[in-house]
């Protein structure tokens, strides 16, 4: 089987599994993509219990021999003996030393909430980092980190979701121009070309003067404007794939379209897909954070790390802001591009299956 | 002494875990003047002895754990690659099986036969183009001044090949290699390739290696013959001697592996399956602004036939003839004009969702088994496909039991049916696709070149097997194909295309025995007996 012909064929029909294997072998070889994931997926699953991590309810009391759920549930403060039939303030001192007269409270590491505002500074806000903020507080005395925390996990759920809608969105309308090919890919071509000259960050003005952009509005508007990115490599793959052997075997034997595109064409686009989304991902993350940055993105007080830069950028006499906010991005996107570059590199397949070195 | 000697030479793939040797204990022999043929099938590992050579081979993955080339007295492997590199294009030249990819899409012609002349010789920009022009019109190259700046699309298959034999030309080598040189070329265009590199070889007194698959090209052209199985060379001999008196069984059987067969004997008497009249397949040729229709490509140009119920009708043509659109646009699997008769209604004017029924009865196996079987899905689950699509089956051991039935009717174990298409051989794979139309019982099947991409002896069986099945089931078969030899042992009558038009049709014998149109008579030349004839357009 070792002609260098035969060796081709066989490479280029590969074995799936044995394919796979060496994109994760690929994948794995590569330290910084390989680390950057690990690190990345670590950071993502430790920010999304931040309500456990960063709060201003403590994760458990004992009062009185029964055990408190407050990060949960909501607790009146006569449960407590205290006077008000309104939820507890935790962090008031009176409250604290009604409990602690009965029983203990367990804080979490960072015991504010992202708007928890602290009132016990010692120096007006934004002060600077000390034992109790961490990494100081922000021009509203809100703990920087438990923002940052709030923050980062708000933003890659928004990216991710970004990410998974626009991926939808333009395999689907990709598919659909390069299977049918034609007049149906023509006009379709044009209107992207006519919607993608939209200016969108005026359209985004304009809408937000019109409604309240909340997490779904932003999500839906952007969605509007950043399906475009798929749709130029899997239309190239449909439209290679549709004149394949096997795609014409499939229409002789009956099979629909649809069928057709799902079973057959699909997994052929799949991989160039795959290889996209790390991008497409680090773009909507930061798409969100410049729109949070210039005042158009997620309502005022939201946690976004957009927002501390811009406070960062207001107050420059207080570093802490614009330095959490710069190094939490920077890292967190260039973690995003090795990651990406890293799976680019797996399913590569020239760089997999080149013959390593030719002396000429 | 002679020129090259290749002596006990191993070759070895590292891959991932595994270690395969693709040659074993390879010793061979070339004379100066001499041209000796290497044969093999697919896999026997004929390119990668060849290869070895100039120390092509993807190294450090491929190594020669044993043996030695001596080249003029001079050993080869070790060598320094400044050596090497003198060697390659300089003494010893290569000609690839794949004119359109061996040559660069983005130089002129002149640009890379020049570049190869200014590297090796040192010559300047006008020697080189005068040698450029002398070397073109050595190959037989039609209007050589003219076609100097043409790039190489503009060039057809055979022309490309032209150009690509005067590159290795240009140092005058002492040994030529050709690897698979014809293979992708049409028949006729591979007579005159062969012609040509006899006689250059005469001119030039050089020696050739040719490799190749088809034991038939080279008993006209080789001295000697070396033939090559599973990394061994099995036998080797004078040419005439190898063909008179074969000693092992392989060469034997490489040499009675001639596609033969009973095809069906015309029946008057059978109803018509399917009918065609007038059919025409037309491409707009698009051009400008507006994309406007400033003609058309011809592809099927009014083609009238009939097929009867366990008849086969053979389709003959070079590329670029037509028909396999033909092929298609019977099934509707591309839009055209012109009648479709079929089951006794016209399904021409059908809409694709009352098409869809029909095409249970209207089957397609086509050429290459690598390309035509989804690499993602097993063997089963393609074979499986047109039961779902049909409503066959209701359960699924019902499907499983079905499929199980239908491998086996094509001679596979129905054990291995849960197996993915690569881990079958391509005879195996061409079964595999039989298998998916076969299962459907259709009434007419189009076997585009079903066994133009398989390997001699598996070819015979795969034409065993159609004929059976044929017999079997009555079925209707349009057989295409440009090889001659196949459609002899396959079909009862003949059409021959060329640019979309019919230029000759009748029963197979007659056809075979007494081509009345030049282009017949020159396509049956060069198929049969390896000669290059003129035809008058």
Redesign the interface.
Known sequence: MLNPMSKKKQLLNFSFSRLNQRRLASFYQNRRGYWSTWIFFTLFFCSLPAEFIANDRPLLIQYKNQLYYPVIFTYSETTFGGDFETEAEYRDPFVRELIEENGWIIWPPIPYHYDTVNYNLKQPAPSPPDGDNILGTDDQARDVAARLLYGYRISLLFGVLLTVCSTIVGMTAGAIQGYFGGWIDLLFQRFIEVWQGLPTLYLLIILASIVEPNFWWLLGLLLLFRWMDLVGVVRAEFLRARNFDFVKAARALGQSDAKIMWRHVLPNAMVSALTFMPFILTGSVGVLTSLDFLGFGLPPGSPSLGELLKQGKNNLQAPWLGFSAFFTLAIMLSLLVFMGEAVRDAFDSRKNFASSEDNA | MSLLEIDNLG?R?YMEESK?D?VHNASLRIEEGQTVALVGE???????TA?SIL???????ASHPHGSILFDGQELLGVH?DQ??AL?GGRISMVF?EPMTSLNPLHSIEKQINETLILHRGLDKNKARSRTIELLKKVGLPDVEKRLDAWPHQLSGGQRQRVMIAMALANEPDLLIADEPTTALDVTVQAQILKLLKDLQKQLGMSILLITHDLGIVRHIADRVYVMKD?HIVEHNVTHTLFSAPQHSYTKLLINSEPHGDPPVIDEQTHVVIETHDLKVHFPILRGLLRRTVGHVKAVDGISLQVRAGQTLGVVGESGSGKSTLG?AL?R?IPSSGSIQFGGRDIQGLKEKD???L??Q???V???P????????SAFQIIE??LL??GIGATHTERRQHVADSLREVGLDASSMDR????FSGGQRQRI?IA??MI?EPRFVVLDEPTSALDKTVQAQIIELLLSLQRKHKLAYLFISHDLKVVRAMASEVIVMKEGLVVESGPTEQLFDDPQKDYTRALLAAALEGKALEWEE
Do not use: C, N
């Open positions: 070759v793939f395969i693709a697919s896999g026997s590992g004929k390119s990668v290869l120390q092509l081979l993807p190294y450090p993955r690659k090497l590199r390659r099986q990394g298609q099934l699997l098409v869809r029924p095409r249970r209207l089957q397609i086509f050429q290459d690598f390309s035509s079987l989804s690499p993602r899905m496909e047109g699509v049909h993915f298409p690569h881990e696709a998916r139309a459907l």
